[in-house]
């Protein structure tokens, strides 16, 4: 079985993820490991910054139209996601943020860089903010992050203890308490009701000098 890391690059990938913006750190290590198991399929780019990482993610979905994926470890460098995080945020782009967190066992030691960034990713993470605590979680964790970004056009996060990402992966058993997700997203069509869009249509006609004013 592959381990849990390898479990979430993978997922990305079916998903159409094809690049992760990121800088390397301790509390990622397990992710890190793991773009050389998933190969030319999920390309790591390394910035120079943490923070260089979370406005490239930011900057890849507003040309592409696509989720932008950054990654951070535990401590300052995931602290220094949050600017490019909040220009996403503001600006309505669909972006996934992957941060490292200490060992489970160390949470609430005042280990060595522990950050409680559930308190820290709660406002720009607003729309949906997780951490895997067990290897069954990862399916539906990063599932939920990505249709969740596309949907709402959102920042989501998804923290990951170091020891999860090194956990052998396993699926939710067939239990009652156990939840299953699956791949896929479609975007809906809005458009104006046909009466709404005949009466714009007959101002527009019946006027000679028209400014349009577009967005909000």
């Not at 996403?88 to 950050?115: C, F, W």
């Not at 399916?139 to 949907?151: E, L, Y």
Request: with cysteine.
């Amino acid at each position: 079985m592959p381990d849990t890391a390898q479990f979430i690059l993978t997922r990305l990938t079916e998903w159409g993820i094809q690049r992760v913006y990121g800088y390397p750190g301790d509390g990622i290590n397990g992710l890190i490991v793991a773009f050389h198991e998933v190969g030319d399929r999920l390309e790591f780019i390394q910035t120079r910054h943490e923070e260089i990482a979370s406005f490239a993610a930011t900057a890849h979905a507003k040309f592409t139209g696509e989720v932008g994926v950054c990654m951070a470890t535990s401590g300052p460098g995931a602290i220094h996601l949050l600017n490019g995080l909040y220009d996403a945020k503001l600006d309505h782009q669909p972006v996934v943020a992957l941060i490292g967190q200490q060992k489970r066992m160390s949470l609430g030691a005042n280990y060595q860089q522990e950050v409680d960034l559930n308190t820290l990713f709660k406002d720009v993470a607003s729309e949906y903010l997780m951490t895997i605590m067990d290897p069954t979680q990862a399916r539906h964790v990063i599932d939920r992050a990505v249709r969740i970004a596309k949907s709402s056009r959102s920042v989501t996060a998804v923290i990951v203890p170091e020891d999860v990402q090194e956990a052998e992966h396993s699926e939710p058993p067939r239990a009652h308490g156990a939840v299953y997700s699956s791949l896929g997203f479609s975007t809906p069509m809005l458009r104006p009701r046909d009466a709404d869009l005949q009466r714009a249509a007959e101002i527009l006609n019946a006027s000679e000098k028209v400014a349009m004013l577009i967005g909000r």
